[in-house]
C-alpha cells in the first residue's frame, strides 16, 4: 500500500527566507503531484514529477523528484507573503488506476 | 486543461437526509475521483467513477453510504446517503487531463 508523508507539517518563515518541504513515499511511484490548496478553496496544481532526477520550477518554487530515495522536495525561494497556502504532495503507482494518495499537507506561513 | 464545475460549494443539511453532488467537466475524461477532505486533513479518496460500470469504492466506504453515478465522461455525482455530523467535509472530484489531475472546487458539507 502507498504511503505518502510529508515534513514539516506545519512551516512559518519569514519574508525573505529559503525553506524545503520534504515528501517521502513508500513504494515505487511512476508520478509525484505538488498541489497547493488556500484557505476554503481547491486544489490548484503546482507541478508533476515523471521521472527520476525530474526538476522544475516556477517563479519562487521548484520541485524535484529522486525515485531511488522515494524523495520529493519542494523548495521555496525568497518567500514572499503570498505564498501563504497549504501544500500537498500526492503518489500514484503504475497499478493504482489513476488513484492518488496525499501526504498529510505542509501549512506553510510567510510572516514579514 | 479541463476545468470542472463542482456544485453546489456549501450545504448546511439535517441529520438523516441525503446531499448529491454534482461535477461537470468542460471536456471528456476517463475516470473521476471524489475524495473527501474532513476539517484540518489531507485528502481521502471515497471511490473510483468509470463511465457504464459500478463506482469502485476504497476501504471504509461503501456504496450505500456515498452512491456515485457516471452516465457519461464529463459528469459524476456523488450522494452523501442518511448523514450524520461525521459526514461533515469538505467533498471534491477530480479528473484526469495532460497535466495530471484537475479538482473542482468543493463542497463544503456541514451537518446538524
Known amino acids: 500500500e502507498l504511503k505518502v508523508e510529508q515534513n514539516p507539517l506545519f512551516l512559518s518563515m519569514q519574508e525573505g527566507k529559503n525553506y524545503t518541504i520534504y515528501c517521502n513515499y513508500s513504494?515505487?511511484?511512476?508520478?509525484l503531484y505538488w498541489y497547493r490548496q488556500d484557505p476554503g478553496k481547491s486544489l490548484e496544481s503546482l507541478f508533476v514529477?515523471?521521472?527520476?532526477?525530474a526538476v522544475k520550477q516556477e517563479g519562487r518554487l521548484m520541485a524535484s523528484l529522486d525515485t531511488k530515495a522515494r524523495l520529493s522536495t519542494l523548495h521555496i525561494t525568497a518567500a514572499v507573503h503570498d505564498l501563504s497556502a497549504t501544500y500537498f504532495c500526492a503518489a500514484s503507482t503504475s497499478t493504482s488506476y489513476g488513484k492518488l494518495t496525499f501526504g498529510q499537507g505542509t501549512i506553510l506561513t510567510v510572516h514579514p | 486543461s479541463a476545468v470542472i464545475s463542482q456544485k453546489p460549494s456549501r450545504d448546511i443539511c439535517q441529520r438523516g437526509t441525503s446531499l448529491t453532488i454534482q461535477c461537470q467537466v468542460d471536456s471528456q475524461v476517463t475516470m473521476m475521483f471524489w475524495y473527501r477532505q474532513q476539517p484540518g486533513q489531507s485528502l481521502t479518496l471515497i471511490a473510483t467513477?468509470?463511465?457504464?460500470?459500478?463506482?469502485?469504492?476504497e476501504s471504509g466506504f461503501v456504496i450505500d453510504k456515498f452512491p456515485i453515478s457516471r452516465p457519461n465522461l464529463t459528469f459524476s455525482t456523488l450522494t452523501v446517503s442518511n448523514m450524520s455530523p461525521e459526514d461533515s467535509s469538505i467533498y471534491l472530484c477530480?479528473?484526469?487531463?495532460?497535466?495530471?489531475?484537475?479538482f473542482g472546487s468543493g463542497t463544503r458539507l456541514t451537518v446538524v
Open positions: 514529477l515523471l521521472s527520476n532526477g
Open positions: 513504494t515505487t511511484s511512476d508520478r
Open positions: 477530480s479528473g484526469e487531463n495532460n497535466y495530471g489531475y484537475t
Open positions: 467513477a468509470n463511465q457504464g460500470s459500478e463506482a469502485t469504492y
